[in-house]
């Protein structure tokens, strides 16, 4: 069955720098995309970018595109997520999910791992 | 960026309700609609996707449908398990936008 099991919460100062990791099983990474989801603290859904487990191809939102870097190791099936210059507003539980491209326009994420909390403290 | 606004923004409903929520999209977006379940401390759960597909395993009283910009989920008869936030996220371009979400709670 297809899984994605993300790394522990973690806890970083501003201005430090955080990796998540996004373990996938029960499918072939690179037949699909790997896309990152963040919700802050009691607020919604915020589409953060994704990457294509394929070529590696990558597409940031524009507000993060400074500090995100989204990449995959076909060899461990495992997905990467870094963000850099951390903020307080950064706070948030950081969520990996399996993004399938149907055809242009559809895409859908349909199995999601159990999300990383991330808290930005001094 | 397209933006997606979602009505209500919470509701309250009964076991066997019929139960309707909206989303809009802020220029066309075709049928590239997704609709997501979640609730507290869990993952989004996908739930529609292409605005009227059903995943699989989701039951068959969750659809969706659209017209035009405007697009619906409808839970044909609320069952206790499916009071949670809803969340409709366009996928027609990047970045890929969420509706505010609807929270659905127990009348």
């Known amino acids: 069955q297809v899984q994605l099991v993300q790394s522990g919460g973690e806890m970083k100062k501003p201005g430090a720098s955080v990796k998540v990791s996004c373990k996938a099983s029960g499918y072939t990474i690179s037949n699909y995309g790997i896309t990152w989801v963040r919700q802050a603290p009691g607020q919604g859904l915020e589409w953060m970018g994704w990457i294509s487990a394929y070529n590696t191809n990558t597409d940031y939102a524009q507000d993060l595109q400074d500090r995100v870097t989204m990449t995959t190791d076909t060899s461990t099936s495992t997905a990467y997520m870094e963000l850099r210059s951390l903020r307080s507003d950064d706070t948030a539980v950081y969520y990996c999910a399996r993004l399938v491209f149907a055809l242009a326009g559809v895409y859908y994420f349909d199995f999601w791992g159990q999300g990383t909390l991330v808290t930005v403290s001094s | 960026d397209i933006q997606m606004t979602q009505s209500p923004s919470s509701l309250s409903a009964s076991v066997g309700d019929r139960v309707t929520i909206t989303c809009r999209a802020s220029q066309s977006i075709s049928n590239y609609l997704n609709w997501y379940q979640q609730k507290p401390g869990k993952a989004p759960k996908l739930l529609i996707y292409?605005?009227?597909n059903l995943q699989s395993g989701v039951p068959s009283r969750f659809s969706g449908s659209e017209s035009g910009t405007d697009f619906t989920l409808t839970i044909s008869s609320l069952q206790p398990e499916d009071f949670a936030t809803y969340y409709c996220?366009?996928?027609?371009?990047?970045?890929?936008?969420f509706g505010p979400g609807t929270k659905v709670d127990i009348k």
């Open positions: 292409a605005a009227s």
């Open positions: 996220q366009q996928s027609s371009t990047t970045p890929f936008t």
